[in-house]
T-cell receptor, first 114, second 111 residues
């Protein structure tokens, strides 16, 4: 079955703009999490969605938001982009919210802010 | 709080064995994952340990000691394609997120 799909793969934005990233989880998976990965900070948890509700949120400013649709697809949005938002944004899906569920990552969206 | 420590970089020789250690301190613990991530690619699942002991999966093995807050990933018969970052991650019922990742260990294999 298809893996986690993220779009777009690469994008360049200007400071102050906003961006929306999309994630389609593995079929049947209902939990979607988002991570930001930068060389200096590693993988940082952004938020988790399950059944269209945000269940957990990491330590990021309110400029970072997300949502999940009834088909479990998810989007994340970053408003008023800053240079420091340049990173790889990874989406991961898992079947449920069980702590032992393996999470499967998408290929990520490379965001460059200039 | 949550804290996961693993070495930043390691180097090993093709055909040899390497052990990547991970220590953790979390407010709740359920299990520990290891993921492999090649440069420019997404992390891929390697192993998941819940109980103490060693789990072997081909050339890769993972060990967990819950009482010591310690795990290691053992890679045998190293191949050049094993050059990658290896991420240790823990799950805990009381953690703010489902999985907390360490910063990763960048493993370089030399011929």
């Amino acid at each position: 079955k298809a893996g986690v799909t993220q779009t777009p793969r690469y994008l360049i934005k200007t400071r102050g703009q906003q961006v929306t990233l999309s994630c389609s989880p593995i079929s049947g998976h209902r939990s979607v999490s988002w991570y930001q990965q930068t060389p200096g900070q590693g993988l940082q948890f952004l938020f988790e969605y399950f059944s269209e509700t945000q269940r957990n949120k990491g330590n990021f400013p309110g400029r970072f938001s997300g949502r999940q649709f009834s088909n479990s697809r998810s989007e994340m949005n970053v408003s008023t982009l800053e240079l420091g938002d340049s990173a790889l944004y990874l989406c991961a899906s898992s079947p449920s919210r069980n702590a032992g569920d393996t999470i499967y990552f998408g290929e990520g969206s490379w965001l460059t802010v200039v | 709080g949550q804290n996961i420590d693993q070495p930043t970089e390691m180097t090993a020789t093709e055909g040899a064995i390497v052990q990547i250690n991970c220590t953790y301190q979390t407010s709740g613990f359920n299990g520990l994952f290891w993921y492999q991530q090649h440069a420019g690619e997404a992390p891929t699942f390697l192993s998941y340990n819940v109980l103490d002991g060693l789990e072997e999966k081909g050339r890769f093995s993972s060990f967990l000691s819950r009482s010591k807050g310690y795990s290691y990933l053992l890679l045998k018969e190293l191949q050049m394609k094993d050059s990658a970052s290896y991420l240790c991650a823990v799950t805990g019922y009381s953690s703010a997120s489902k999985i907390i990742f360490g910063s990763g260990t960048r493993l370089s294999i030399r011929p």
